[in-house]
Nanobody
Framework: QVHLVESGGGSVQAGGSLRLSCAASGVTYSSYCMAWFRQAPGKEREGVASINAVSTTWYADSVKGRFTISQDNAKNSLFLQMNSLKPEAPAMYYC??????????????????WGQGTPVTVSS
């Protein structure tokens, strides 16, 4: 059983930075994807960034060049460094895990386990 716990959310001014963390337990698989999704009130959940077991990464076009996804396999942790944040509606950021995958499309249906989310607010 995979258990995911996000942390690091908060409020920041536009242009600032935040680093999100996801502590994962039960991750003992050689092939997987982990990803960050976000959801603003009244909007669909969207993929932000994803990474596979050998640290190949994918990014949504809206965050390329500003966000960096990474992982520390020894500590079973996933990170999202968010720089040059833009003012937008508050959103919950979720960590997600997909079993047995190498190509990490950010399709919600592919992900088997989800964390509870951490909130991010960017003010202008």
């Amino acid at each position: 059983q995979v258990h995911l716990v996000e942390s690091g959310g908060g409020s920041v001014q536009a242009g600032g930075s935040l680093r999100l963390s996801c502590a994962a337990s039960g991750v003992t698989y050689s092939s997987y994807c982990m990803a960050w999704f976000r959801q603003a009130p009244g909007k669909e959940r969207e993929g932000v960034a994803s990474i596979n077991a050998v640290s190949t990464t994918w990014y949504a076009d809206s965050v390329k060049g500003r966000f960096t996804i990474s992982q520390d396999n020894a500590k079973n942790s996933l990170f999202l460094q968010m720089n040059s944040l833009k003012p937008e509606a508050p959103a919950m950021y979720y960590c997600a895990f997909a079993l047995g995958r190498w190509f990490c499309q950010m399709n919600q249906a592919d992900y088997n386990y989800w964390g509870q989310g951490t909130p991010v607010t960017v003010s202008s």
